[in-house]
Structure formats: structure tokens, C-alpha cells
């Protein structure tokens, strides 16, 4: 029995029929070089079950959390069945990339049944109609409560259900595992008095560390400009319906690696930002809703170096990143997001991760439930500055070669979670020579994706031309479209 960090259950308090906290990793598999042709859905079976040692997430459920007054906890679920958990849908014909999203996006809208364990994992096949995709591929898309991972311990349950070779029969695992009882009301009741005693303590501590932070970042930052929170509201900044849309693009990760070495002191990060950044200013103009002053992206940040690795819950703090939205020239647009960014972790520094990790346990779970409902209520219906208009996170995926039932990982692909005031969410996952940048949004806010996956690649291509593409390579663009 262990019990949930308060960090991890800000995200139990936002669940909601319009706020689904979780996040969907989506695997497509290339299984056109299998001697046996295809893989069942019974093998994809057998692969979670031997594979449910590697990671506690797979069979923990909640229980208990004391009315509001302490945080609930992750126990072994007596009752745990993998066939609830582990589903098959097949794509209509022809199975092309549109159907494809649009199941992705219903799935990923509907919440996950929160009295067992927080995922749910989808194979899904018939995947035929898709440039760049083998034929006949298929997929899995899991969706796992924000609760229990973040982004990295969300990568590391890929790689537990996967192998390194294709060899199709997975090793067996020895399974010591055993259910749990929930704890009783006394044992919640008396847990929950303790921690509420250790709290104006721990605020006390808490909040010395933010005046000391505070003044040091102050003194770092005399003589320079200082990022202020954006006092305006775009169409993705409003209360969210319960309807998605998604769609993704993919980039050869040689490519941006160039392009970030094109501007010193540009990161990865730095040119996915600036290619969210093109893409909102054609996006917005086309809707003549283009503010003149930049949007802001929040980019989560792993703290695990200065945690435990080990542990499976939320291990991140947050920084805000200029898109420069309102920079027209891609590589003017890159250079300043790339200051930014580096202003923002210079004030994380200043700050310290571990204190970041540290302001939520300073407050009681139902100070923070009041204040959450409080601050989304304020902001939804006066014109609070709001800290950010989209997401941006960027999680490294695995470099390697990866198998399940002897299908080969083709492409990895992230979902994330909306809430009300951020109804566009980029999850950016890099691996297997691509880099891809996949947006979630609400359907009422962003109707047509189709066009927003234009704009991230009209922008993306600038951006490319702009940097590593020169006018000696003009031939060889001829050469290759004539190729096709």
C-alpha cells in the first residue's frame, strides 16, 4: 500500500466527464516481415500478463482518501482482471490515417473507470491506408492516469511490455504479487490526522525556501527582462467540452537536430516550440484572431534526477516558454524562443526543482482541491492573466529497436490531457529515427484539425528551408521529385 503524493492527486481532482486525466501513449507496429503473418490478439495477451512484474501501475487501484482531508492510496487490486483492461477495435475499411484519428480522439475523450486499476490498453487493426506506414499495420494505444505516471515513467512502461529482439514468445517473469485488502477507516482516519499535523510545518519550511528563491531569482534577474504572465485570452482558453480532436505530424529527427545546431544554444525542444509557435500565427490569422503579442506554451520539466527514479508517480515542475507566435521569420522566431527558454530555466534553477516538488505538500489535499476549483472558476469568468495558452511536452522515447509478439515498433505517438483554461495540448515523443508532434484539442475550440496539421508542417518545412536547406541542394529537390 502506498499513498499518493499530493502532486499526483491534483490530477484526481481535475477528473471530470470534460477533463479525463489521462495520457495515451499510441505504439504502431510493423508486423509485414512475421513468418506467421499476423499477431492475435491472444499473443498481445500472453505479452501484458507475463509482463505485469515489471511495473506496479498494472495492477494498483485507489482507495480510501478520507473525504478530501488526505490523499488516497494505491493498493494491489484482489479482483484484477488483465481481459477488462486489454480491449480489441478494428478500423473500418479502408483504415485510412483520418479513421484512425478519429477513433483515437473518441477513445482518448471517455475517462477511465476509476474503481480499478488507472489504465486500459486498445489494439487496434487495420491500419492499411497510410503513406509511410507499412501494410496492414496495427496499433495499440494505452491510456494511463495522469495520477499514477508523468511523461518519463509513462516511457518506461513502454519499454516493459516490449523486448529488444523479435523473438514472439516473451520470458517468464516470476510473480510473487498479491492483493490487498483497502485499509480501514481507522488506519485512513489516523494517517490523514498525522499528515494534517505535519503540514503547517511543512508550510512554514516551505515557504522560508520561497522567500529565499524569490530573492535570489530576483537578484539573478536585475537588468533583465523579466517574462510577465500574458493578460490575454485566445479560442483554446476557455471551459473545454467533452469532445476531442487529434492529429499528428512527423519529423526526420536528423533534421531538426540540424536545424537546432543552426541557432547556438538552441535545443530540441527549442525547435518544436518555434515550429507550435509558426503554427499559431498561421492558425490564428486564417481565423484573423492573431494577437500581437507572442503566446505561451507551459513545458513540463523532469525533476527525477533529483528524486527517486524508481518511484512511478509525477516527478515534474513546469516552465514557461515564449512561442514567438508573433515573429514572422522562422529563424527571428527560433532564436527568440530559444532565449526564452533559456531565461526559464535559468529562473528554474533560481528556484530549485526540489522546491517545485516541495509547494504542494506544504498545503492539505483539500486546500488544494478549494484552491484549484477556485482559481479555474475565477479565471473562466473574469479576464485573470492566465500563465500559459497551450502545452508543449517533450518526452525523449527510446533510440532502439523495440518488439511486441515479434511485431516491430514503426512509430511512437503521445496523447495528453486537456483542462479547462488549455484546450491544446503538443505531446512530442522522439524515437525510431522520427520525432513526433501530436496535438489534442477540443472540438470547439480548434473544429478543424485537418488544417492545424498543416499549419505545424507549413511551419515545420520554413523553418527547415530557412536553416539547413541551401540553395546548392536545389538540384537534388528537383532530382527527388521527379523520383516520385
Known sequence: MQQLTNIDNVFLQQESNCTPMHISPIIIYDQSKLKRGHVRFKEILTVFERNLPKSAIFRRKLAGGA???????WIEDEDFDLEFHVRHVALPKPGDWRQFNILLARLHARGLDMTRPLWEAYVIEGLSGVDGLPPDSFAI????HHAAIDGVSGAEILTAIHSLTDEAEPPILEDNWQGEAPPSPWQIASTAYINNLKTPVNFLRTAS???????????????KDKVKPPAFRTRFNDRISAFRVTDTVKFDLAEVKAIKNSVPGATINDVIVSVVGGALHKYLDDKNELPKVSLKCGAPINVRSERSSESIGNQVSMMIIDTASDVTDPVARLRTVQQSSAAAKATSAAVGNELMMDIPGSLTPQMWGIGLGALINTALHTNMALPMHTIVSNVPGPQFSMYLAGAKVHTLIGMGPLVNMVGLFHAVISGVGGICVNFVACREMLPDPEFYRQCLQDSYDELRKA?????ARKKTKRKLRGSK
Open 467 to 471: 536553416t539547413i536547406e541551401k540553395p
Open 209 to 223: 525556501k520561497i522567500i529565499s528563491a524569490a530573492r535570489k531569482s530576483h537578484d539573478d534577474d536585475e537588468g
Open 141 to 144: 494505444m494505452l491510456k494511463i
Open 67 to 73: 473525504l478530501g482531508f488526505d490523499t488516497p492510496y
